[in-house]
């Protein structure tokens, strides 16, 4: 059990009553949450005597409807009787009769000295008796109907809920109905016994309901409030309290504090959505006797009433102040007599968890309160601590619904007559035949309850808990402190009570356990931490060291538990210090495994060791055995000892074994680093010089032995040395030096990291070190006193620049061997640096500083070049050469080309310092010349501007090898360079002078798109207007606008630089990356001035094969028959790779062989897409030049028609409309011509791949997948060029012909290859085939059969409906007709079709000329298409689409939007509409005769050229004669009709 837990402890809300949905969460949590149990502090016991007479009353007396408790037992009945009995069950009085009209009983109330009870009946009657005689005292009638309005009663019938005394008298009392009423009953005893009554509150239309009513009890003393009478009543509404005594008077009232949610302060009910529920309870004023000692002189102390009131889930305390001046125990001191001025103030506030239904005060500041759900709180007002009773009364509580019988609103039950407190105690009626009765136990109860038990462990538990205030729940019986305060004094007295009864718990359990031989570990090693844990607290540690240890030391397995159980709190610091035998056990249990000497070593670093405590050298050797160095530091350091951890940890390091690898050095046992010996030296040292405990880090203390510590290990690795010219051999250097030769064979970089770090450290600054003179030593007559003296003592860095002076220069030539290049570079390194940025600190004579220098130049170890040249630098910058020559040829051998840099500068020589840079070994320094040129140009004198152009043409190429976009940038910031010089130096090198034209013109991706102008040149937004995807590609969804005119703030781009530049570019971009060719051209081509002239730019891509290039030039030239013929040779020759790359078929040796044929591997697939996709781009590129001429001859078309209807222009009208009308059919026949080239080519492609899938053999599984792959993508293909051809033909101003390019295809197409220019014709060729035809349908139906929109819109925009035409087509050619071109559509709109030769045929009359064939299916083509469009749209608001294409040379863009269609589908079929038959002239009766030719003719005209009569005779004549007359065909004689 953890006494820190209670059920309740942590209040729900403190201050704000809870938002609603917040309380119905919790309502609904309620069931789900379990109830955690805690040691019990509230008692329950049920009074034995009183329950077993119960039932034999309830049979003799009736069902109890009220009780009252206190010195005796009043029990209402529901038969209108009270039963007083004591506590034995011995009936003491019965009141009343059974044959009385009062009714049943439903509040009764004890007077303070239980002699009078008050009764209230269900009938509205308040009776008064004198239980002891058996005789009323008063009797308060209801109210009848003859009574006047001065009376006051209850309403009869209504049942009175709350009756009680006021205070002490037994005259004045107060009775509530469950209607709201609420009465003050007054018994005047003179010459006549008379009663006057007087109503304090009555049901009001804004009061909900009465939740309860209750007067101030007496209390333990007399007070000034006893003679004020206070009534508290309590509605949903308000809590009113009236002075009663010396007249009735309001003197308190609040309203209902609702929640505010939200932070909205307004009012509203709180009991939505639940019953309502409130009480109240009062606290009478109260005196508190003890004994008094010598720290608490003071015996008693007063209280005064308070008042508890509950809304809902909120409770609340009011406490009572008197304003005059008033004695301790509240009388007052004055002698006026008046009455005391009251205070109500609030001094608490709590939220339930639920809807508080009874609240009663057991105690002071002790709060017992019930929830709806029948859980019971103890609250303590004064530490706002609330603790759930877990221990519940077995039976159910059954409260009364008065309030709900009498008025119907829904409320909670009222408990106040089945619940009562009396003398701390509460009773409770449960059920129908038991009575309970329950208390708060005083915490030695509680104890002593929990050892009776056996329950050792729970008992020390919770009495360290009540030692150190930390129960978490109410506690009787010791001194309590008000919330957030603290009180010393409290404190005492508390440790005073409970100190010497945890010591005897402590006793008594270890004596009892390990008496018990059969206890379980579990228990025993519970009871180790507990005693522990109350040690601590007590501050005994002589107990826990010494009965509680030597009761474990028994069982060599108890004491490891022993020792287990203080091991935690030896490492967070609560044991600092264990007794010798405690650590000797500790010492001997756990050296046995690595894991447990570890375990050790952390312990003994957390606690304060002496000298023979224990036994060190088995401690260490365990350490030395496991390679625990870190334990092995921290315990010589313990021991006062700070020199030998470092001497054995180098002699560890520096064996062979430790030597044979760096990783055993710098890496414990298990790959643990925190114990390998090449970190803990180094932390070691660092942190012991700096005067810190290791490895803690905190400060050593005292000062002096912090200072003592740090000189030690200081003199050990830096023996202080004096500086002579004198020699020293190897074995003297050696053995002086031998600690710091050792830490540098360790690890030369951390032993300078650590010595950087303690240099940083203040304390070593308060250190110094005396360095004896050498023997046989003579000081020089002239060397100053002062330096006498710093040869004497000497600081610490000071200490380091003179030792490690003494290895360098020593190893340097007089021992070689002594150090390695690399130590002794980064040692002078260090020290150089050291000394010049802490002088004149640190003391060095110009011999010193010069032959120092001279090593860091001489050194040959690239390892340390970085750090010797800065060290170099500073000492440069100290002490200036008086001449700088002399260190040209040493510096740039030793590859200090800071330094070189800093001598050019110096010299003057510029172009030189320059040079430095991209001499310098690392790259990041030749990215550096950039800004180092820029710096020197800034300062604008002419012999530095004239070094760096010297420096840029000679170095130019280098220069664009480091990073041409810097070096263009740097060019244009320093006046003395241009581009020009740049690009004459570079003519040589065409893939540097490339680079560098390229960082001018055309800088990289990534800062272009970070380039304003790049921003500014295309503003793209998305269209609102748009409407939703329809196929079309997502780009065609976004607005773009190229017009510098519709952007707001544009700016026109400029070309700052001459033409030859761009040209020059691209000439090299053809040859070094042709791939950005385009990108180029498309994002220069609008700068003004002209950046390049076009028809070079065509002569160099047409040089080196830059097609794309090529066809965009030829686009911007006008020439878009050139760029797609361009485009088709290329779309060739990638098809005919293609077809190289499918896989041939096995001959047929093989496949007679019966070898199984295999599938189309993944590389040949992989293979064969990759051609396809390049396919399918040159074919979207065929697309964009189509579109593109769209665009650019529809604006000439467009600009054309302005020019002819211009006023100025002097053409007449009919003039201007004929070459308007001439130029546009021009321009729609190069259009036409095109698209259908275009189309031509998809279509050879396709019918090639079908004839070579007819022609493969049935085993050829690979090839045959291959050439499906093929044909599907080139369907893909048709489809996508078939979709952008009926895109750009939808509109109605449209120049392409949709019908004429079909006709143009069904009729003839050119050679293969063959692409005409726009002034020629297209010419005769081979015709389509069915095959051909069927690819073309077949791949337009599965592009638009879901797309009922476009399908809608085809239908309107083109003359016949494009899917039902070409099946009559189809069905009419298997039959031998041929179609003729319609006149009105056909390019020779002027060439009549009577002048085609006779034998062409036609669906025109071949005499006449009309037309004679109108399909009829075309409007039940049209009138099933209407009814699938109407499945998804409404009919009467059917929208369609007009697509817009607006082109320019630069950027092609769309608008897409929507708009009414100017022509309804029902118009457009009403003036198509025609029968089979019907002539153009709409004469109905006109009859057409077909013959197998191909030739038609109407019946007239075929008539007219046989005899008249004749043919009139046959036409009158009947069907027989009719079919029976022969008919020939005029343009083939001899042929006869068909029937």
């Not at 607290?537 to 108890?558: H, K, W």
């Not at 002419?942 to 664009?960: D, H, M, Q, Y």
């Not at 003519?987 to 002078?993: G, V, Y």
């Not at 761009?1062 to 001035?1089: I, T």
């Amino acid at each position: 059990m953890d006494v820190d837990t209670s059920v309740s402890s942590t209040p729900l809300s403190t201050l704000e009553t809870s938002p609603e949905t917040e309380y119905e969460s919790r309502i609904a949590n309620l069931n789900s949450t379990p109830v955690q149990c805690t040691t019990e502090h509230f008692s329950w016991r049920q009074l034995t005597d009183v329950s077993e007479k119960l039932p034999e009353l309830q049979e003799q007396f009736g069902q109890i409807s009220a009780s009252c408790m206190g010195d005796c037992v009043a029990l209402g009945t529901v038969r209108g009787l009270v039963i007083v009995a004591d506590y034995l069950g011995r009936v003491k009085a019965m009141l009343g009769s059974p044959t009385s009209s009062y009714g049943e009983v439903s509040a009764v109330a004890f007077s303070a000295d239980y002699l009078a009870l008050v009764a209230g009946y269900a009938s509205g009657y308040v009776i008064v008796w004198d239980w002891a005689k058996g005789t009323t005292v008063s009797v308060s009638r209801p109210l009848q109907p003859s009574d006047g309005p001065g009376v006051a009663g209850h309403p009869v019938d209504m049942a009175v809920t709350f009756v009680g005394f006021i205070g002490a008298s037994k005259h004045r009392y107060i009775s509530s109905s469950a209607g709201g009423y609420v009465l003050y009953h007054h018994i005047v005893r003179r010459l006549l016994t008379t009663m006057s009554t007087v109503q304090l509150s009555s049901p009001d239309q804004t009061t909900d309901i009465l939740f309860e009513a209750a007067p101030l009890a007496y209390g333990g003393y007399e007070c000034s409030t006893d003679d004020l009478g206070l009534v508290a009543v309590l509605t949903s509404a308000h809590l009113t309290i009236f002075k009663t005594r010396h007249g009735v008077e309001q003197r308190y009232r609040q309203g209902c504090q609702s929640p505010t949610i939200g932070g909205n302060a307004k009012k509203q009910r709180p009991f939505a959505k639940r019953p309502y529920a409130g009480c109240l309870s009062w606290l009478p004023a109260l005196k508190h006797q003890r004994a008094a000692t010598a720290t608490d002189p003071v015996a008693s102390h007063f209280t005064l009433p308070k008042l508890a009131y509950s809304w809902g889930t909120s409770i609340h305390v009011l406490a009572l102040e008197l304003d005059h001046k008033v004695a301790a125990n509240g009388a007052p001191l004055d002698s006026s007599g008046s009455l005391a001025r009251l205070r109500f103030e609030p001094v608490s506030k709590w939220e339930a968890i639920e809807d508080v239904v009874f609240c009663r005060w057991i105690d002071d500041d002790v709060l017992l309160y019930m929830t709806r759900s029948q859980r019971i709180f103890v609250f303590e007002t004064n530490l706002r601590q609330e603790t759930e009773v877990s221990a519940s009364p077995p039976g159910s509580i059954a409260g009364r619904p008065w309030v709900t019988l009498a008025t119907g609103v829904e409320a909670e039950p009222s408990y106040a007559q089945v619940m009562s407190v009396c003398r701390r105690r509460v009773f409770a009626v449960c059920g129908e035949s038991s009575v309970y009765t329950g208390r708060l136990l005083a915490w030695t109860e509680r104890l002593e309850l929990l050892v009776e038990q056996n329950r050792h462990v729970d008992a020390i538990t919770l009495a360290t808990g009540f030692y150190q205030g930390r129960t978490g729940q109410i506690v009787v019986g010791l001194p309590r402190q008000k919330h957030g305060g603290s009180n010393t004094a409290l404190e005492k007295r508390r440790h005073a009570l409970v100190g010497s009864k945890l010591v005897d718990l402590m006793r008594a359990a270890l004596r009892q356990t390990f008496d018990d031989r059969h206890v379980g570990d579990s228990l025993v090693r519970a009871l180790a931490s507990v005693c522990v844990v109350a040690c601590l607290a007590i501050d005994n540690q002589s107990l826990l060291f010494g009965e509680v240890f030597e009761r474990y030391t028994a069982n060599p397995r108890r004491m490891r538990m022993y020792l287990e159980t203080i091991e935690p709190f030896i490492l967070s610091g609560d044991i600092a210090h264990l007794p010798p035998q405690i650590l000797n056990a500790m010492v001997d249990s756990y050296g046995a495994t690595p894991q447990l000497v570890r375990r050790l070593g952390d312990l003994l670093m957390n606690l304060r060791l002496s000298p023979g405590e224990f036994d060190i050298d088995r401690v260490l050797s365990s350490c030395r055995q496991h390679r625990l160095w870190r334990t092995f530091a921290r315990v010589w350091l313990g021991m006062g000892d700070p020199v030998a951890p470092v001497i054995s940890i180098l002699a560890a390091a520096s064996s062979e074994d430790d030597l044979s690898s760096d990783a055993s050095v710098f890496a414990g046992e298990d790959g643990d680093d925190d114990e390998a010996p090449g970190i803990v030296i180094f932390d070691y040292l660092d942190m012991v010089i700096r005067g810190r405990r290791y490895p803690d880090g905190k400060q050593i203390r005292p000062q002096s032995v912090a200072e003592q510590y740090s000189t030690l290990v200081t003199e050990l690795v830096l023996p202080p040395v004096e500086m002579t010219s004198r020699s020293h051999s190897s074995d003297e250097l050696r053995t002086t030096f031998s600690t710091l030769l050792a830490l540098l064979n360790l690890g030369a970089d951390r032993l300078l990291v650590t010595l950087n770090h303690v240099l940083g450290d203040p304390f070593t600054g308060l250190v110094n070190f005396i360095v004896k003179p050498e023997a046989g030593g003579v000081a020089s007559k002239h060397s100053d006193r002062s330096l006498r003296r710093a040869s004497q003592v000497k600081s610490f860095m000071q200490l380091v620049v003179d030792t490690f002076f003494v290895l360098a220069t020593s190893a340097d030539r007089e021992q070689p061997g002594l150090l390695t290049k690399r130590q002794n570079g980064l040692l002078s390194s260090f020290a150089l640096t050291l000394y010049a940025t802490r002088f004149p600190l640190i003391y060095l004579t110009d011999e010193s500083v010069d032959k120092w220098s001279s090593i860091l130049l001489q050194l040959d170890d690239p390892s340390t070049r970085v750090e010797r040249e800065y060290a170099f630098e500073l000492l440069f910058k100290l002490n200036p050469p008086q001449s700088y020559d002399d260190y040209i040829e040493p510096t740039r051998k030793a590859g200090f080309f800071r330094v070189l840099e800093s001598i050019y500068r110096t010299l003057e020589q510029y172009d030189l310092a320059l040079r430095t840079y991209l001499d310098h070994p690392e790259y990041v320094y030749h990215r550096a010349v950039f800004s180092a040129t820029k710096e020197l140009a800034a300062s604008r004198r002419p012999k530095t501007l004239e070094g760096i152009a010297e420096f840029a043409r000679g170095s130019a190429v280098e220069l664009v090898e480091v990073d041409a976009e810097s070096f263009v940038s740097t060019v244009e910031a320093v006046s003395s360079l241009s581009h020009d010089i740049i690009v004459a130096a570079l003519a040589d090198q065409a893939q540097a002078q490339f680079a560098y034209l390229r960082a001018l013109l055309d800088p990289t991706p990534e800062a272009l798109s970070r380039s304003p102008d790049h921003q500014r040149s295309a503003v793209t937004v998305t269209d609102e207007r748009a409407p939703p995807n329809i196929g079309l590609s997502d780009e065609q969804h976004i607005v773009v606008y190229p017009f510098r005119s519709l952007v707001p703030d544009s700016e026109q781009r400029s070309n700052k630089h001459p033409q030859e530049y761009h040209e020059r570019y691209l000439e090299l971009m053809c040859r070094y990356n042709p791939g950005n060719v385009l990108a180029y051209l498309r994002q220069h081509a609008d700068l003004s001035p002209e950046p390049f002239r076009l028809a070079y730019v065509q002569s160099i891509c047409s040089k080196h094969g830059v097609s794309d290039g090529l066809v965009w030039v030829l686009m911007r030239l006008g020439d878009f028959s050139g760029a797609l013929t361009t485009l088709i040779a290329q779309m060739d020759q990638e098809t005919e790779r293609m077809r190289a790359a499918v896989p041939v078929a096995p001959n047929e040796d093989s496949e007679g062989e019966g070898e199984q044929a295999s599938a189309l591997g993944d590389a040949d697939r992989e293979r064969l897409v990759d051609h396809l996709d390049r396919t399918a781009h040159e074919v979207d590129g065929c697309v964009n030049v189509c579109r593109a001429a769209l665009s650019k001859l529809g604006k000439d078309v467009a600009a054309q028609s302005a020019h002819c209807h211009d006023p100025d222009t002097p053409m007449s009208n009919d003039v201007a409309a004929k070459a308007q009308s001439e130029y546009r059919a021009l321009v729609s026949t190069q259009l036409c011509d095109l698209w259908l080239a275009l189309l031509r080519k998809v279509l050879g492609y396709l019918h090639h791949t079908s004839q070579t899938l007819d022609g493969l053999a049935t085993g050829d599984v690979a090839t045959r997948e291959a050439w499906q792959l093929v044909s599907k993508r080139q369907r893909w293909m048709l489809q996508s060029v078939l979709d952008a051809l009926i895109f750009a033909a939808s509109s109605a101003s449209s120049l392409i012909s949709l019908r004429h390019i079909i006709q143009q295809l069904l009729a003839s197409s050119p050679a293969p290859g063959d692409i005409p220019s726009p002034q020629k014709q297209i010419g005769s060729g081979r015709s389509l085939d069915i095959a051909e035809i069927q690819h073309l349908l077949a791949v337009a139906v599965s592009a638009y059969k879901t797309e009922a929109q476009l399908m809608a819109l085809t239908n309107v925009l083109v003359d016949y409906d494009l899917f039902t035409t070409f099946a009559q087509l189809v069905r009419s050619q298997k039959q031998g007709w041929h179609v003729a071109p319609d006149s009105a559509t056909s390019s020779g709109a002027e060439t009549s079709v009577l002048g085609r030769p006779a034998s062409g045929g036609g669906c025109l009359c071949n005499k006449c000329g009309e037309r004679i064939f109108n399909d009829q299916r075309q409007n039940r083509a049209m009138a099933g298409l209407r009814k699938q469009i109407g499945q998804y749209y409404d009919s009467s608001s059917l929208r369609m689409l007009d697509l817009h294409v607006f082109e320019d040379a630069s950027a092609q863009w769309q608008w897409i939007k929507l708009r009414s269609a100017s022509t309804t589908y029902d118009e457009f079929l009403s003036n198509r509409s025609g029968r089979l038959g019907s002539s153009s002239s709409g004469n109905s009766a006109q009859r057409v005769v077909l013959f197998k030719c191909g030739h038609g003719f109407h019946w007239s005209c075929l008539a007219s050229t046989t005899d008249d009569d004749a043919a009139a005779k046959h036409q009158s004549g009947s069907s027989s004669q009719r079919h029976q007359q022969q008919l020939a065909c005029l343009s083939c004689p001899g042929r006869a009709a068909s029937a």
